[in-house]
């Protein structure tokens, strides 16, 4: 299988030569070669990177007027002509010395091999503890919102490996921000395996991404959330949600009115058919495609959602006043979160 390894870069000129160096001595005896997707870099990065070209299987795209990291990865993508597309930096904080072991994992039979930082035997050097908290937070807000990628420890990495099948025909966004989470939700794959690696110290230069990125990669869940159709469903849910309201009070209303029960027990029983008419409907509607447990077992699973919720809601209305925030608005933020739970587990748990 040829190797098509495609780096993206802007003013990586120092780190070329070691670069080209130990991915040549890593894929040692293969058919492969790099392909440098370079933004125009003011420090020549593409100028160099032609000139090693004699020495290494280098092509070299300088593209003018554009740039983008991913965007730079799907024009690598078109480019390449290997039967396995390798992504990586260019900055050595990804170790050259793994792409074989990517590289088999496909030949083994897997789609995507994707070098991760949090499997078992990867980690990340330097880093301090709130930037990983960060980082893993990150991901998990990512794996909770789209449930096709909930397995994946490491979706954000900027290493990973993949056979070229998996994305032809796929409508990659330039603009999607984590290329391989756009892989992921967009490609067509079976088999996704993790290959732990360290995540070394940027060689030299410095990083592009930072500032905003947190703010663009909660866009880009949010861009994937509605081509997923996960969007449509939150929206669905909070309808039916609204719906659960309205019978909850007017049953409340009738049952105090007519037979004239206890304003307590009415309420028992008034919440009880709200949460079977959010059932029903949440049922036939918003989880209609995803229902694979027997009946009886979402039903139970709904109400251990809307009692996790209510418990959620309650202690963060409980935390909320302790600091001295306004009750009115401390419930508002407590409903918040407790919709929140309730969606995720209904989605996850539910109908997962
Ligand atoms: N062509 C092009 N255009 N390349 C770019 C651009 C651009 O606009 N911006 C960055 N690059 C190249 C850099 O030259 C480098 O080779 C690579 O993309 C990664 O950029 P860094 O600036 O080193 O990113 P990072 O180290 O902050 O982030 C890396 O790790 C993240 C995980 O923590 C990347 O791999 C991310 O994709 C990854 O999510
Ligand atoms: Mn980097």
Same mark, same amino acid.
Request: charged content about 25%.
């Given at each position: 299988?040829?190797?098509?390894?495609?780096?993206?870069?802007?003013?990586? &000129?120092?780190?070329? #030569?070691? $670069?080209?160096?130990?991915?040549?001595?890593?894929?040692?005896?293969?058919?492969?070669?790099?392909?440098?997707?370079?933004?125009?870099?003011? =420090?020549?990065?593409?100028?160099?990177?032609?000139?090693?070209?004699?020495?290494?299987?280098?092509?070299?795209?300088?593209?003018? #007027?554009?740039?983008? !990291?991913?965007?730079?990865?799907?024009?690598?993508?078109?480019?390449?002509?290997?039967?396995?597309?390798?992504?990586?930096?260019?900055?050595?904080?990804?170790?050259?010395?793994?792409?074989?072991?990517?590289?088999? /994992?496909?030949? %083994? %039979?897997?789609?995507?091999?994707?070098?991760?930082?949090?499997?078992? #035997?990867?980690?990340?050097? +330097?880093?301090?503890?709130?930037?990983?908290?960060?980082?893993?937070?990150?991901?998990?807000?990512?794996?909770?919102?789209?449930?096709?990628?909930?397995?994946?420890? =490491?979706?954000?990495?900027?290493?990973?490996?993949?056979? &070229?099948?998996?994305?032809?025909?796929?409508?990659?966004?330039?603009?999607?921000?984590?290329?391989?989470?756009?892989?992921?939700?967009?490609?067509?794959?079976?088999?996704?395996?993790?290959?732990?690696?360290?995540?070394?110290? &940027?060689? /030299?230069?410095?990083?592009?991404?930072? #500032?905003?990125?947190?703010?663009?990669?909660?866009?880009?869940?949010?861009?994937?959330?509605?081509?997923?159709?996960?969007?449509?469903?939150?929206?669905?849910?909070?309808?039916?949600?609204?719906?659960?309201?309205?019978? +909850?009070?007017?049953?409340?209303?009738?049952?105090?009115?007519?037979?004239?029960?206890?304003?307590?027990?009415?309420?028992?029983?008034?919440?009880?058919?709200?949460?079977?008419? @959010?059932?029903?409907? @949440?049922?036939?509607?918003?989880? &209609?495609?995803?229902?694979?447990?027997?009946?009886? +077992?979402?039903? $139970? @699973?709904?109400?251990?959602?809307?009692?996790?919720?209510?418990?959620?809601?309650?202690?963060?209305?409980?935390?909320?006043? $302790?600091?001295?925030? +306004?009750? !009115?608005?401390?419930?508002?933020?407590?409903?918040?979160?407790?919709?929140?739970?309730?969606?995720?587990? @209904?989605?996850?748990?539910?109908?997962?």
């Amino acid at each position: 299988m040829k190797v098509s390894v495609i780096i993206p870069t802007y003013n990586e &000129r120092d780190n070329l #030569g070691e $670069l080209f160096e130990r991915i040549d001595r890593a894929l040692n005896g293969r058919d492969y070669e790099i392909i440098v997707v370079d933004d125009d870099s003011p =420090d020549g990065t593409w100028e160099l990177a032609l000139e090693l070209g004699e020495r290494y299987p280098v092509r070299v795209i300088r593209r003018v #007027g554009e740039k983008g !990291l991913s965007s730079a990865v799907i024009r690598g993508f078109k480019e390449a002509s290997g039967d396995v597309f390798v992504v990586m930096d260019a900055d050595l904080q990804h170790p050259p010395e793994k792409i074989p072991e990517l590289v088999g /994992a496909i030949e %083994g %039979g897997a789609d995507v091999a994707i070098g991760s930082r949090y499997v078992h #035997g990867g980690r990340v050097r +330097n880093w301090y503890w709130y930037r990983k908290l960060i980082s893993k937070g990150a991901i998990l807000i990512g794996r909770l919102a789209l449930p096709k990628i909930r397995d994946v420890k =490491d979706p954000v990495s900027g290493f990973f490996a993949l056979r &070229r099948e998996v994305i032809a025909g796929a409508e990659l966004n330039p603009v999607g921000f984590k290329i391989l989470m756009e892989v992921l939700i967009k490609g067509h794959y079976l088999e996704v395996v993790e290959v732990p690696f360290t995540f070394g110290l &940027r060689r /030299a230069g410095e990083s592009k991404l930072s #500032g905003r990125t947190m703010w663009n990669y909660l866009r880009h869940v949010l861009r994937l959330m509605k081509w997923e159709g996960e969007l449509d469903r939150l929206i669905k849910f909070s309808v039916v949600g609204a719906s659960g309201i309205l019978v +909850n009070e007017g049953f409340l209303w009738a049952f105090v009115t007519f037979p004239g029960w206890d304003k307590i027990l009415a309420n028992v029983a008034a919440t009880e058919l709200a949460i079977l008419n @959010n059932f029903a409907w @949440n049922d036939i509607w918003t989880f &209609r495609d995803v229902r694979g447990k027997p009946l009886p +077992n979402r039903l $139970l @699973n709904f109400h251990l959602a809307a009692f996790t919720g209510a418990v959620v809601q309650w202690m963060v209305y409980a935390g909320l006043i $302790l600091f001295g925030m +306004n009750y !009115l608005i401390a419930n508002l933020v407590g409903i918040g979160f407790s919709f929140i739970v309730r969606f995720l587990f @209904n989605r996850h748990v539910t109908w997962g």
